[in-house]
């Protein structure tokens, strides 16, 4: 089993639309949790961090749920400039801040 | 933000030659870099951590001689391809963490695009 798995994708939806991706994470012992985004040919960047008390930027809403070791994001009102691949990412104790990455959800808004 | 620049963007070469990818941190002190690589339409793979004046330490399934990594100073690792082969074509990129950063936050290089004849 992947340590961080992802919606398939791709997701293509019109300009407005709300769009959830989901993310799960094998390991209890995860520490931190954050969602990247990553545009095409170019390196990821950072979206956003994830806390259990839940944590909203604009349109972007992320959760995360300890017990059932899920991580959503929640995007409203998409827009065009949206479209990219998401990336769930997250670190565990004890192993030097090193990343596991998720293998990407691609979000197409058209429209 | 904390700056990272990576360089080339983008080389080609010949196979059996090596090539030589810079990461040089602009405005932090970066203790820890990493390198991964990503192939088409896949999730990056994390191939090394380097910490300033350390050795690196290899993911499994990497080779350390093929993969020579140097973080020398604070703000300079470089990841050098030795005798690259075609099936080394990918995009490898670098990220840093340091002094006076957000715990566990990265930044990242903008990559580099290898492709080997």
């Known amino acids: 089993r992947k340590e961080v798995e992802q919606d398939p994708g791709p997701f293509n939806v019109p300009e407005g639309a709300t769009v959830a991706f989901n993310c799960t994470y094998s390991n209890s012992a995860s520490q931190s949790f954050f969602w990247y985004r990553q545009d095409c040919r170019k390196e990821p960047k950072l979206l956003m961090s994830?806390?259990?008390s839940g944590n909203e930027d604009g349109r972007f809403t992320a959760q995360l749920n300890r017990a059932s070791q899920y991580i959503s994001l929640l995007i409203r009102d998409s827009k065009l400039s949206d479209s990219a691949t998401y990336l769930c990412v997250v670190t565990q104790y004890n192993q030097g801040g090193k990343l596991i990455f998720g293998q990407g959800t691609e979000l197409s808004v058209k429209p | 933000g904390a700056v990272v620049s990576q360089h080339p963007s983008w080389v080609i070469c010949k196979s059996g030659t090596s090539v030589k990818i810079e990461c040089r941190s602009l405005?932090?002190?970066?203790?820890?870099m990493f390198w991964y690589r990503q192939f088409p339409k896949k999730s990056l793979m994390l191939m090394a951590t380097?910490?300033?004046?350390?050795?690196?330490?290899?993911e499994q399934g990497v080779e350390k001689d093929k993969f020579l990594i140097n973080h020398a100073s604070l703000t300079l690792s470089t990841l050098t391809v030795t005798s690259a082969h075609p099936e080394d074509s990918s995009f490898y990129i670098c990220?840093?963490?340091?002094?006076?950063?957000?715990?566990?936050?990265?930044?990242f290089g903008a990559g580099t695009r290898l492709s080997v004849l």
């Open positions: 990220s840093a963490s340091g002094f006076g950063l957000a715990k566990n936050i990265q930044y």
């Open positions: 405005d932090f002190q970066a203790t820890t």
């Open positions: 994830v806390y259990s």
């Open positions: 380097s910490n300033e004046g350390s050795k690196a330490t290899y």
